[in-house]
């Protein structure tokens, strides 16, 4: 039951992502209703989908990789539909979805099954990844955002516009989200991992022991830290920001490929 | 059977000096509107006259001789022959009609496609048909669905959409880049007419203060009294730009009078948030390294045309869109329209047998003078309910063969059969 949903769900995705990129491309706006629907309607599934798993596991779905992908997924699409309605980004689906799509596709599948000692499943455990996975979900959209600000910048600096231009919002707009969404998932991300490092020193005896995980997790949050002061202190916005963003991204797609593919303490 | 038809010439039949010399002003119209009517050539009529086109929309039993008599009218005015005009002029009936009609208020006929002046040019000469008595049924049908295709078109595509004047092409990159323009400042260096007219758009969409840097001060003055802004020092302007988001420049200055050192430096003090520059000068105001740097954008006379033209390229594709949507509406009011042509048969019908039944009626009551209310209601509504029953089957099957397309034929038959006066509709003045 729980599984079908689950490909129900990821289905609707896949044919909100196709739909959403051919809104981009093409110039039907019915598309970008449809894409919207199909989203939400993915969303309702993936959450039955989640509480099933839940009810028929007895705890909460955290513990395995493809467990905490899908909460990561879940939570980044509920974010990308406010978002769009919240900044009125038609197109965020389009550079929102794919990368769900991504996660929600490769990650689980052909890799090591990652899953937390039952040693490790205390409730300060549980609200460590939960709250980690809230702030990676807003990171997803803060990519997203820089993507589509560099994109847009690009098409105003070299003053070609193509049917990119006529569909992507404002720079301030896409400026201003991203920042909001990096104010956002910050803070999650850092209470996330500061409880991670609490509960590893209590139970591996050192925060960081030979965790490839946590080691790359710490140097994520650096990145975005800096980001972050950075911006708040004026000094960067617009194209240098993006750049962040990118290569905080790239350091987030790291932490996971490190936590996926090497050996640590964070699972057997 | 009366046929629609719309006989004009517009901005690619003809050309200017023709079209000027048909243009009318609307009381020279009125008197050829009512004229048409009175002679009996046009049951309905009404004439579209801008500086791209003229055309005449009626309903008539002759078309080609309505159309004669109206463009012979319009051109007797400045002593032009029906000859001179003819070979300029284009006829349609029918659909094609009814598709052109559409078009035209759609603006996807216009010269510049989408503009959005030609609506409410269709609606002005509807109306003056309309106060002249010209306008009947099919008229009134085709102009209300023009006017709601037109709309439709108008919020559903974006054929009118992006801008195709260099001034607002600037409005719209600049929203581009601020989103909104609410409280952004603008800069403008040079008193000229161009930099002016931008200011004046940006200021539309909520920009301000504006500040107006010019080499004589005087007309700094006066321009900036004139945007209700503030005359800085020509010397300033540099320092200014680090307080403004747009700066638009129009000098007559040979050479760049904006450097990127010094946008470099206004950038650093405003913590990189953008700065536009809109160059309408020829020599360029602007250096173009400028552009290079982060957070500005500029954009010269020629890069405004390149988005002009993009633009319009992005308005002929939506155009697609837009005539399939046309095509759509033409077929539905082609089906309105021949409803539209049985109802007058219908209505004689009815009203034929309506007489008929009154008549037998009262002189069934005249020879029953003794006869109680009970028994009068119940044979007047005998009689009702017997003309409803014949009437039935016939006009079922009047209105089914609208869409079958043999309704004229029909209708005529049942006037025939039942000795019905010809419809007339409002035709006939």
Redesign the interface.
Known sequence: MNAVLYDVALTAYIIATASALGYLLGRRDGLSRFTVLATETGWVLHTLALVVRGVELGRVPLMSLAETVSVVIWVTVFLELWAERAYRVKVLGAFVLPVVLVLGLALPTGLRVLVLTPAATSAWVKVHVALSLVGLAALVLNFAAAVMYLLQERQLKTKHPGTVYYRLPSLETLDRLSYRTLTLGFPFLTTGLLLGVFSAGKAWGSPFAYDPLALFSSVMWAVYAATLSGRAAGRWRGRRAAYFALAGFCVLLLTLGAGVLLQGKHGT | MATLFVAGMNHRSAGVELREQLALEEDKLRGILADLNDRGLCAEVMILSTCNRVEVYGLAEAPGEARAAAFRALGAARGVSLAQVEPCLYHKTESEAVLHAFRVAASLDSMILGEPQILGQVKDAFALAQSCRTVGPTLHALMTQAFSVAKRIRT?T?VGR?AVSASYAAVE?A??????LEDKAVLLVGAGEMGELAARHLMEQGAMPVYVANRTWSRAQDLAQALSGTAVPYEQFPATMAAVDVVITSTAAPEPIVRALEVDRALHSR????LFFIDLAVPRNVEPAV?DL??A?C?DVD?LR??VE??LR?RH??AQ?AEALVEREVAKFAARLRDLEVVPTIVSLREKLETIRLGELDKALSRLPAASDETRQVMEALSQAIVNKVLHAPIVKLKDSTRQGHHARLAELISELFGLRRPQREREP
């Open positions: 559903e974006e992006h990159l929203r581009k880049i601020f989103g909104s913590r990189h948030r953008p552009n982060e957070g954008f954009y890069d390149l988005v993009a633009n992005e594709k939506e869109r």
